[in-house]
């Protein structure tokens, strides 16, 4: 698959829409979408992966520095007083580089409906959202994690971007893990962006799920999608999000192909959260999980995250912890 485009026709993605549509399916009032797939047993059979003690913190640093991973949207301001210390912190939720659970009204599909088919425009307001808040989430994410290593499953060290990462790539890093991914799991998926970065620099564009991996996560029954890739961002999606300016002519890729209009510039988003209420996990660091996975020979573990209790907010930064 090239960095430009996906197979998929956007009829082909309304059909995946509906197909994967879970409106309904725990009642019209539901706010939790796919974390209804953790059971309690699920968070007690979760819980017995943690034998050796060891934690790794999947969350980029917050700080009021820019750097390449994280723009300076960040306001920290302190206040020193003779015996203690205060600060204020603030922060947009959604912004790139920050670690961060999304709600499941924080995306509208096409036709501007959020999850449960819900009008965005009837759950927004100004005081907050009134329906599929992040306060929904609050009492947290308790299960197994399993990290998915998309590049060490086809031997690299990282994805180009904009590269698509298929169904046929989730099972082989299912292979190379030596575990199958099972209803309630968080699957933690890398590609190797920070190492990429480190590396070579950033990049506006980024690899990620293409629509059949994002149907994959439907079928196993996925209850949080995490990692270092929030979604794929081709040369089109960039200029559709406003990351590159927009070309004066028609637009190519770098193949001189003509860029076809879309309305799934970020299909794992736009699909995955609305039509499924699939909780994402953004921005993740995950190269320190890899390594220790790698050493362990153990692609298993607990997973434990919970938001800030916003109510009516969109989503929360947040630690997510992977526990051996």
Not at 7 to 31: F, H, I, K, P, T
Not at 80 to 107: F, I, K, N, R
Not at 138 to 160: C, F, M, N, Y
Request: hydrophobic residues 40%; contains cysteine; negative net charge.
């Amino acid at each position: 698959m090239d960095s430009a485009s996906s197979a998929w026709s956007d009829d082909e993605l309304l059909a995946l829409y509906a197909r994967v549509s879970n409106a309904g399916r725990w009642g019209a009032a539901d706010e939790l979408g796919t974390l209804n797939y953790i059971s309690p047993q699920t968070s007690r059979d979760a819980a017995r992966l943690a034998k050796t003690g060891t934690v790794i913190s999947l969350a980029r640093p917050i700080t009021p520095r820019s750097v390449p991973s994280q723009p300076a949207e960040v306001e920290h301001r302190m206040f020193p007083g003779e015996m203690s210390a205060d600060d204020y912190l603030g922060l947009p939720v959604h912004q790139q580089g920050l670690t961060h659970l999304d709600c499941v009204s924080h995306v509208a599909g096409p036709d501007g409906k959020v999850y449960n088919e819900r009008q965005l425009h009837d759950v927004i307001t100004s005081a907050g959202l009134t329906h599929g808040s992040i306060y929904a989430q609050r009492g947290g994410i308790v299960s197994r994690g399993v990290l998915l290593d998309i590049p060490a499953s086809l031997g690299l060290h990282w994805l180009e971007p904009g590269q698509e990462v298929s169904a046929h790539d989730l099972e082989a890093a299912e292979r190379y893990g030596d575990l199958q991914v099972r209803t309630g799991d968080v699957a933690v998926v890398r590609g190797g962006v920070v190492a990429r970065e480190a590396e070579l620099g950033p990049n506006v564009f980024a690899p990620g799920l293409g629509p059949d991996g994002v149907e994959w996560l439907h079928d196993r029954e996925v209850a949080v999608y995490a990692g270092d890739m929030p979604d794929r961002v081709t040369p089109l999606a960039a200029q559709i999000l406003g990351l590159v300016a927009p070309a004066d002519d028609e637009s190519t890729d770098d193949d001189g192909h003509a860029l076809q209009p879309t309305r799934f510039p970020l299909p794992l988003h736009q699909i995955g959260i609305a039509a499924m209420g699939l909780v994402l996990l953004d921005f993740c660091l995950v190269e320190q999980l890899a390594r220790t996975c790698r050493e362990l020979r153990r692609y298993e573990f607990l997973f434990v995250a919970a938001p800030l209790p916003v109510q009516g907010g969109t989503g929360s930064p947040v630690n997510p912890l992977a526990i051996f």
